[in-house]
């Protein structure tokens, strides 16, 4: 069975790429990673991972950033919507994302994030589209948001980087949400990550990077190496794989099967991923 992956989260229209943008998709591609799905942080770059995503044959999300939710305003999510109508019949559009709450960073207004965050839930509603959720220290706010968005209904979608706890996992799951592991969990002190990925339920997992963000520790400088001239090494989604392997090892089975379980579980969150994964397929 082929190892082969799809990294359900990857920001590869990023700055850090434009020298070899190129040269670091063909990269995945080799590794394994048949598909990337792109998403959105701001309106300014919706245009910018539509064409991405169909210049490298991947797929894409439309949506506001918590981290964006400052400077956007109602004339963001008017956009937001025009351009989930204009292009709704777009096989690459798979999702309403990167969307969420984020209470880590500081200076970030609650109040606004959470009117762009639900504003953005029932437009995914509306255009019957997954959502890519970001979740930092936020999930039961993201879980009350998709409660009352959702009337009961159950969702299509991630929880990206996902790093709660097994309370809030089960219930991202119980709403019908998969939940997103990357490189976070291959530092061994990452103890609560790397015992949720050995635990959850095989069918909630799938796979990302979150390229060139979290790398792996293979990739990660400390600050004490920073400052003595060692750089930051930048993700991207050839590591996947070896990501995939980390994981596979806590779960204690063959990187193959999580290869085929994790792409299984990216097409169950994201339905219109499965065409292209099927279209990506060798032969």
């Known amino acids: 069975m082929p190892t082969r992956f799809v990294d359900t989260h990857c920001h590869l229209d990023a700055p850090e790429f434009?020298?070899?943008?190129?040269?670091?998709?063909?990269?995945?591609?080799?590794?394994?990673?048949?598909?990337?799905?792109?998403?959105a942080v701001a309106a300014f770059n919706f245009d910018t991972v539509r064409e991405m995503a169909h210049a490298q044959k991947d797929a894409y999300a439309l949506g506001i950033h918590p981290l964006c939710a400052g400077r956007a305003t109602d004339a963001d999510l008017v956009a937001l919507?025009?351009?989930?109508?204009?292009?709704?019949?777009?096989?690459?559009?798979?999702?309403?994302?990167?969307?969420?709450?984020?209470?880590?960073?500081?200076?970030?207004?609650p109040g606004r994030q959470e009117h762009i965050f639900e504003a953005q839930l029932r437009l995914a509603r509306k255009h019957d589209l997954p959502v890519l959720l970001h979740v930092r220290r936020s999930v039961d706010q993201v879980l009350k948001g998709l409660r009352v968005a959702g009337a009961g209904r159950?969702?299509?979608?991630?929880?990206?980087?996902?790093?709660?706890?097994?309370?809030?996992?089960?219930?991202?799951?119980?709403?019908?949400?998969?939940l997103g592991f990357g490189g976070a969990l291959t530092f061994e002190r990452a103890l609560r990550l790397r015992r949720l990925a050995a635990s959850v339920p095989l069918s909630a997992i799938v796979m990302e990077t979150d390229s060139p963000d979290i790398p792996p520790h293979w990739l990660y400088a400390t600050q004490a190496e920073r400052s003595q001239g060692q750089a930051q090494g930048r993700n991207e989604p050839a590591e996947l794989p070896r990501i995939a392997q980390?994981?596979?090892?806590?779960?204690?089975?063959?990187?193959?099967?999580?290869a085929k379980a994790s792409?299984?579980?990216?097409?169950?969150?994201?339905?219109?991923?499965?065409p292209l994964v099927s279209a990506s397929e060798p032969g």
Not at 18 to 39: I, K
Not at 246 to 258: C, K, N, S, T, Y
């Open 246 to 258: 980390v994981v596979a090892q806590l779960r204690g089975m063959p990187v193959e099967d999580l």
């Open 154 to 178: 159950p969702w299509h979608g991630i929880a990206h980087a996902f790093n709660g706890s097994d309370q809030q996992a089960q219930a991202c799951i119980d709403l019908g949400l998969k």
């Open 263 to 274: 792409t299984d579980n990216a097409m169950a969150a994201l339905p219109r991923l499965a």
């Open 81 to 109: 919507d025009a351009a989930l109508t204009a292009h709704q019949g777009d096989p690459r559009l798979v999702a309403v994302g990167e969307i969420g709450l984020d209470y880590f960073v500081e200076g970030l207004e």
């Open 18 to 39: 434009d020298a070899d943008r190129t040269a670091m998709r063909e990269r995945a591609a080799a590794s394994g990673v048949m598909l990337c799905v792109l998403p």
